[in-house]
């Protein structure tokens, strides 16, 4: 019997939603809701969307909970804090808006209204972990409760090519158990 491989059971680049990084979040949503909507049944749904840069080449990917932790207004500040220290702007001050600043203070219809602009690349992940099409699926388990990730990028000499995610190892898992 031939040994599963990663490749056998990755999503390829083409069926995965993918957006541009600078896309807007209101494009991300959209392309996370579409691509739940273009599953047939007893098919997972998409919980993530690849970012790809302007030559087309997959830079990063972004899920729920990247989503939900590109509105809070606490990590738009750390990436301004170094500007605003030059600003003369004083600790004191810095440390008082990063504990003063959450997504609990403003209203959900606020902060969707600015999510919307959002571009993808402040957002996303950037790739970090990947594993090879022909890695076996046992390599592939270890990975994924290694780097404890519901997804990995999948590369063929060094380029991504699919993703290969936990909810379909499980489903294969469970199948191999019940032979």
Not at 72 to 96: F, I, K, P, W, Y
Request: charged share 25%.
């Amino acid at each position: 019997m031939k040994q599963e491989t990663v490749a056998d059971l990755m999503i390829p680049l083409d069926a995965y939603p993918a957006v541009a990084d600078d896309a807007t979040m209101a494009a991300v949503v959209s392309a996370m809701r579409d691509a739940a909507r273009e599953l047939g049944a007893g098919k997972h749904p998409a919980r993530a969307v690849l970012v790809r840069n302007a030559g087309g080449a997959i830079v990063g990917q972004i899920g729920h909970l990247d989503v939900i932790r590109g509105l809070e207004l606490r990590a738009h500040l750390q990436e301004n804090l170094g500007t605003l220290s030059m600003a003369g702007v004083s600790g004191e001050v810095l440390d008082s808006l990063e504990d003063n600043l959450n997504l609990l203070d403003e209203r959900f219809e606020d902060v969707c209204r600015r999510a919307a602009l959002i571009p993808a690349g402040r957002i996303m992940r950037p790739i970090g972990e990947s594993i090879d099409e022909n890695s076996t699926l046992s390599e592939a388990m270890h990975r994924l409760v290694r780097w404890q990730t519901p997804r990995i990028l999948v590369v063929r000499s060094g380029v991504v090519v699919g993703v290969l995610r936990l909810a379909d190892v499980i489903d294969r898992l469970a199948c191999a158990i019940n032979e």
